[in-house]
């Protein structure tokens, strides 16, 4: 049976706040095993969401008064995002449930979101809280991409992996990765001001990182892996996005989506994006374009 553990690296240090991510970790863990392991009826699911929806609250609020407590300078940030949690998020996910009268699909998609968006923003921004990683991305300057590195992937993604990453320097078709999976993300600010975000990344190191989240190896991507890392993704081009534009929240979530290696070579093709990193880690490669659109 699939598993959704807790690991110790994703403590952070402080007690009130990891006590309460083992216990929503746990939650999550309950709904997977009663309603998609054990198909139990709907009423079970719709418990574990009160219980889930009521219990992150509390933390926010308590994860909130910590930081206001230690005078965190990114409280304001890490506010917006507990509240698009609270706003947005979560009650997407429920209306989901109900039109869908509880399908398979969108429960495996509310654990996948969930693990995800607990996943990443423990490594993410809960992390910064303890000086673990910078608490706030730097703005990138035009045509600098060791800037967008810097200051918003490189950390994150080395707690998140648990290994040294390295910037090897542009991507271009020649760069091989293994089964490549391509994710795209576009974000908005206004009718003019767009940007895109295209992820590449082979399979086997997208399931090595869905084992490193879930604790347990993953042979094959199913639906809660294929949610659960558009969650992480996203919270990492968000933090991105922000980097582009003066005010942290100019940049709003628009669509994404994994696109068919037709598709990104449709866009690409004749095209060479503004910001086209590559990476290496033990496992592999994968890269980063970023564009602005008009």
Request: glycine content about 6%.
């Amino acid at each position: 049976m699939q598993q959704i553990q807790w690991q110790d690296r994703f403590n952070i240090g402080v007690e009130i706040i990891d006590q309460a991510h083992r216990e929503l970790f746990s939650i999550v863990q309950k709904m997977l095993e009663l309603y998609v392991e054990r198909h139990e009826n709907k009423f079970a699911c719709v418990e574990g969401i009160k219980y889930f929806k009521a219990y992150a609250v509390k933390h926010f609020a308590e994860e909130e008064a910590y930081m206001r407590e230690i005078g965190y300078s990114g409280y304001l940030a890490h506010k917006r995002h507990h509240d698009r949690m609270k706003r947005e998020t979560l009650p997407a996910l429920e209306r989901a449930l109900y039109s869908s009268d509880f399908s398979g699909e969108a429960v495996q998609r509310f654990i996948g979101v969930c693990t995800g968006w607990l996943t990443g923003h423990i490594m993410i921004e809960d992390k910064a809280i303890a000086g673990k990683i910078p608490c706030e991305a730097a703005a990138i300057q035009p045509d600098d991409e060791l800037s967008v590195v810097r200051a918003v992937f490189l950390h994150p993604l080395q707690e998140m992996f648990g290994h040294p990453i390295q910037l090897i320097g542009r991507f271009s078709e020649k760069a091989s990765i293994l089964d490549a999976q391509y994710y795209e993300l576009i974000y908005s600010a206004g009718p003019e001001q767009k940007l895109r975000f295209v992820l590449i990344i082979g399979e086997p190191l997208l399931l090595h990182a869905a084992s490193l989240m879930f604790g347990v190896d993953f042979y094959a991507k199913d639906e809660i892996v294929r949610f659960a890392m558009q969650e992480i993704a996203q919270n990492l081009m968000q933090r991105a996005a922000a980097s582009f534009g003066k005010d942290p929240d100019e940049y709003r979530l628009e669509s994404d989506r994994f696109l068919e290696s037709e598709e990104y070579g449709g866009i690409f093709g004749g095209h060479t994006p503004q910001h086209s990193l590559l990476f290496s880690i033990r496992q592999g490669c994968f890269a980063l374009c970023i564009d602005r659109l008009s």
